[in-house]
């Protein structure tokens, strides 16, 4: 962890979702970031949605320690092997959070135009109240969360490099998240979830 382990708890309704703004060291999140972004062996899968077939708006990869496939929006992916840079990681998360986590979806989104649209978390091998951990390195992009009752209970943060953002209890249920494109001219960032799979 950085040198200020803060912790903020976001209070919406139906949810349980803290933010560490600095949950890693400056030079730590820069070396994982450079390291990420040569060393992973990105894919752009085509997802199916509505029945509409196109290519997805990010690069993905998933690694984990269990061999357990993950699936969503009609795409399986297998896991690799955890890296040691990824073990490190999971290893600094799991010391604050006290979870062991199986599995972890890696996102590249490119510049503004990789997206990532309206979803919950709450595919079945996620259990039934999955705790998601999320870290950010790179550029800043804003996450926007809507409350699925009434989705103009909307709630939108800016993740910053370095940061954790964790999920958990029966957010998955009642809110839907995404990282919107932007039209401003910015750079690569990279987001890592770690999960639990059974
Ligand atoms: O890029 C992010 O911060 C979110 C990624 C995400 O929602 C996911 O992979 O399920
Ligand atoms: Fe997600």
């Known amino acids: 962890m950085g040198l200020f382990a803060e912790k903020i708890v976001l209070g919406l309704p139906d949810s349980d979702i803290s933010y560490y703004p600095n949950f890693l060291k400056e030079e730590d999140a820069n070396a994982y970031f450079r390291a990420l972004r040569d060393e992973t062996p990105w894919q752009q899968d085509d997802i199916t949605v509505f029945g509409k077939t196109y290519p997805q708006p990010r690069l993905t990869a998933l690694y984990g320690n269990n061999g357990k496939a993950y699936s969503y929006s009609n795409i399986t992916m297998k896991p690799f092997g955890f890296t040691s840079e990824l073990l490190q990681i999971k290893t600094t998360i799991e010391k604050e959070v006290g979870v062991a ?3 972890c979806l890696l996102n590249c989104y490119r510049d503004g135009k990789d997206s990532n649209g309206w979803h919950s ?8 109240n999955p705790i998601i951990a999320s870290i950010s390195l790179g550029a800043e992009r804003f996450f926007h969360l809507r409350y699925k009752k009434d989705k103009t209970v909307k709630h939108k943060m800016l993740l910053e490099h370095g940061s954790l953002l964790l999920m958990q209890g029966v957010t998955q249920h009642h809110w839907q998240h995404q990282i919107a494109k932007t039209s401003k001219k910015i750079g690569e960032r990279i987001n890592l979830t770690f999960r639990v799979i059974k």
């Open 121 to 128: 978390d709450d595919e079945k091998e996620l259990g039934k």
């Open 101 to 103: 986590f199986s599995t």
